[in-house]
């Protein structure tokens, strides 16, 4: 008997790894695959590269491959959050908890107190993780994301307190 459900994803199978530029080409190409418009493989380097960054991977699967990344970057007491993502076929496995765990610890050691984000409110998903995990609202900007073809969409600015 053949089954269509898909196999159940434990987060405990994937690691949590510091992204070196080497992941940049990978990054992308998941990065793509959940934002519009998505960053190319340069772009993510030059994240990565940045004295100030403070990224991570999760990988999974034999080879092993990107199924999340958390680009952030850490200056004077202060993280932010650039860009998160998690592959669709991992997703509500906890590796984006994961992440941002990896990322509050690296923050705290790096004397951060505080970690900001923004996200688009209508971002159900992210919304979700974030106050899950303790960030609160800090802020809001008008009509940040503008989308072709839709009204534009506000973006919420989210803080950790470390
Ligand atoms: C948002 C995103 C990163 C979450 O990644 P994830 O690995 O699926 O999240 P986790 O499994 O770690 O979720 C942890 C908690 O967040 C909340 N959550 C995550 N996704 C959710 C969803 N789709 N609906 C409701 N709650 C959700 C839940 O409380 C979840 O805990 P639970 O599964 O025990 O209920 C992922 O959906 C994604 O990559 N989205 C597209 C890119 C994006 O929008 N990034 C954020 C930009 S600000």
Do not use: C
């Amino acid at each position: 008997m053949t089954s269509n459900v898909t196999p159940f994803r434990n987060v405990k199978h994937a690691s949590m790894l510091w992204a070196a530029p080497e992941r940049a080409e990978e990054i992308a190409e998941l990065h793509a695959k959940l934002f519009t418009p998505p960053w190319d493989a340069n772009a993510v380097r030059g994240l990565l590269e940045h004295p100030a960054a403070t990224s991570l991977v999760a990988v999974a699967g034999s080879p092993k491959a990107v199924i999340g990344f958390v680009i952030g970057q850490l200056a004077a007491d202060e993280a932010e959050i650039l860009s998160i993502g998690v592959a669709p076929n991992w997703q509500r496995a906890g590796v984006a908890a994961g992440l941002l765990e990896g990322l509050s610890r690296a923050a705290r050691r790096g004397d951060a107190k505080r970690i900001f984000l923004d996200v688009a409110e209508d971002n159900e998903a992210a919304l979700a993780l974030y106050r899950k995990l303790g960030f609160l609202e800090s802020g809001r900007r008008k009509g940040y994301y503008q989308r072709p073809g839709s009204k534009a969409v506000d973006a919420l600015t989210l803080v950790l307190t470390l």
